[in-house]
């Protein structure tokens, strides 16, 4: 009885830190309770480029918790780049399990503040706390199992940070899993140049004119009125070759690139800009509502196919699509969706998880409160350009900023809604830090309900 007791004992105590070979200078291990304790463990090798390897491993127990943890000094107001190389072995959601922290304090140990006060609704004018930074894996490659990956940042010291304190943990793994961290950099750099772009709607209905070359013509003049304004990506309505053409989805329909995307084409080419265009595909038999990116090089640089179908598309025979694709262009990434979709967060969130900063949405009609949702929790810019007059109180022609509130709108049919956007500057808010880095690491796990 009293060797079953020791024997108990001993498998619930917490693996031990052992050192193959000399601990690397300053690092320390951490866990939130002893008992859920992983094994951590430093090896002088068997990283990338032949580097040591900080080494986290779970034993037959799930839900195990610990993390490597290193203090750099830092200087406020200096700007730094971060980065570290992670692999991943039996462990389902490394975005969930496997992360990085990086904590801003001064030297007595404290949180500090942001320099300027937020702008989002909450505590609005306040200075918020500097919350932890989470660096991320970007693009996102489905094909990282197994593979060393970087999770990287660039990051302002606050004014009153002194040190960065640097966590690389293994967290809620399954039984016998293993993170393998390389050394992290974390490393003084120049300060970056703002990302600015500027993002145009348009506010129309071609009700006039039954062809698609009569549909597409009426918005020259308003992409025209948004190169005025400088503006760098231009997003039209939806299926804009079919509104009030009396005809039907199947009549409308063109290849991609066809007829309509050239035409297009040749106008962002003219006035050197994006434009988002929703049109009607036909592929063989197939039908799809998508909306189309066309480069300032006159070319198609991607499509986007509808994922969700109302019963009026699926009625006419349309197909859905099933692909998120994010598209990069000169000033940033790049993703659409189309009408429909932005009453489903899953639209959004995907083409946000793989890395799209503006989504373009051509949109008939839809809930007003669904797109500053879809801009507010994914933290993205969203484009609108819909057909809907505002005295319906419905669905805007705007661009949506982080916070989810609309930056500029388009009041009237036949007019044009510009604004500029930094695409390097994060929204922080009080309490949450950068929401948008936190999104991977914190969204549930949802299992297949299929049995």
């Known amino acids: 009885m009293l060797t079953r007791y020791f024997l108990t004992l001993l498998c619930l105590a917490p693996l031990p830190v052992w050192a193959g070979g000399a601990m690397p200078d300053g690092w320390t291990t951490d866990s939130p309770r002893e008992e859920i304790r992983p094994q951590l463990t430093w090896l002088e090798s068997g990283g990338p480029r032949g580097s040591g390897v900080l080494l986290i491993q779970a034993d037959h127990r799930e839900g195990l918790a610990g993390s490597w943890v290193k203090e750099f000094a830092v200087v406020g107001g200096q700007w730094y780049g971060f980065s570290v190389d992670r692999q991943c072995e039996g462990m389902a959601l490394p975005r969930r399990s496997a992360i990085a922290r990086v904590i801003w304090l001064d030297r007595k140990g404290n949180h500090v503040l942001r320099p300027e006060p937020t702008d989002a609704s909450y505590r609005r004018g306040e200075r918020p706390r500097a919350e932890p930074e989470f660096p991320m894996v970007r693009p996102v490659d489905q094909s990282q199992k197994g593979k060393w990956v970087t999770l990287s940042g660039t990051y302002q010291a606050p004014p009153d940070a002194e040190v960065a304190r640097v966590e690389l943990h293994f967290r809620w793994g399954e039984p016998d899993s293993i993170v393998r961290w390389s050394l992290p950099k974390l490393e003084p750099i120049d300060v970056p140049e703002p990302r600015l772009v500027r993002l145009a709607t348009i506010h ?248």
């Open 204 to 451: 129309h209905q071609p009700r006039s004119g039954k062809t698609r070359e009569e549909k597409c013509e009426q918005f020259e003049p308003l992409i025209a009125r948004a190169a005025e304004q400088r503006a760098d990506l231009v997003v039209l309505p939806e299926t804009l070759t079919y509104y009030s053409s009396g005809q039907t989805f199947a009549e409308v329909a063109e290849p991609i690139p066809g007829p309509s995307t050239d035409y297009f084409g040749s106008i962002a080419k003219k006035h050197d800009l994006y434009i988002v265009a929703g049109l009607v595909e036909r592929d063989e038999h197939l039908i799809y509502n998508v909306a189309v990116l066309l480069g300032p090089d006159g070319k198609v640089v991607g499509k986007y196919r509808k994922t969700t179908l109302p019963r009026g598309e699926i009625e006419q025979g349309l197909t859905p699509g099933d692909q998120y694709p994010v598209f990069d262009t000169r000033f940033g990434k790049v993703a659409m969706m189309i009408c429909y979709d932005g009453f489903f967060p899953e639209v959004a969130r995907e083409l946000t998880h793989r890395g799209a900063e503006v989504i373009a949405w051509p949109v008939w009609g839809c809930n007003p409160l669904l797109a500053a949702a879809r801009a507010c929790e994914n933290h993205v810019y969203v484009v609108s350009s819909t057909y809907t007059d505002v005295s319906s109180d419905w669905m805007r022609s705007a661009v949506y900023g982080h916070d989810g509130k609309m930056l500029a709108a388009a009041d009237q049919f036949g007019t044009v809604a510009v604004a500029e956007v930094d695409l390097s500057r994060p929204l922080h808010w009080h309490s949450l830090g950068d929401f948008q880095s936190q999104i991977d690491p914190h969204r549930p796990r949802v299992p297949d309900p299929t049995p």
